[in-house]
């Protein structure tokens, strides 16, 4: 079988190595971009610091075990914190890993 080629194509230019998750390159799939979000989170620190604190009724669900760390952490910056609760069974995606008790627990503090 002989291999066709196009007299016209360019030669492929092959892609740069990725080196870290952070890499721009228009080639790469977006699950590989996922990290970007975390490159923005010294801005996103320095920008909450050089707000007032918010006083809106707060509801603070955390990953299981994290409650008393995350609400020492969060709470000079949030004032009204009138319901916080442990998620259990989560870690990082709350939402996704215990679907029904995060529904339940939002439903239950809008009621309020």
Not at 41 to 46: A, F, G, T
Not at 66 to 89: E, F, Y
Request: negative net charge.
């Amino acid at each position: 079988m002989r291999e066709r080629t196009c007299a016209h194509a360019a030669p492929a230019v092959p892609a740069p190595p990725l080196t870290t998750p952070g890499d721009r390159h228009p080639r790469r799939p977006a699950h590989d971009r996922r990290f970007e979000l975390y490159r923005a989170l010294d801005k996103d620190v320095s920008d909450t610091v050089a707000d007032a604190p918010t006083d809106v009724p707060t509801l603070l669900m955390t990953a299981q075990g994290q409650l008393d760390p995350i609400r020492a952490t969060v709470a000079p910056r949030m004032t009204n914190i009138v319901w916080a609760v442990d998620v259990p069974h989560a870690g990082h995606w709350l939402v996704e890993e215990n679907p029904e008790f995060v529904t339940a627990e939002l439903l239950r503090f809008l009621d309020e």
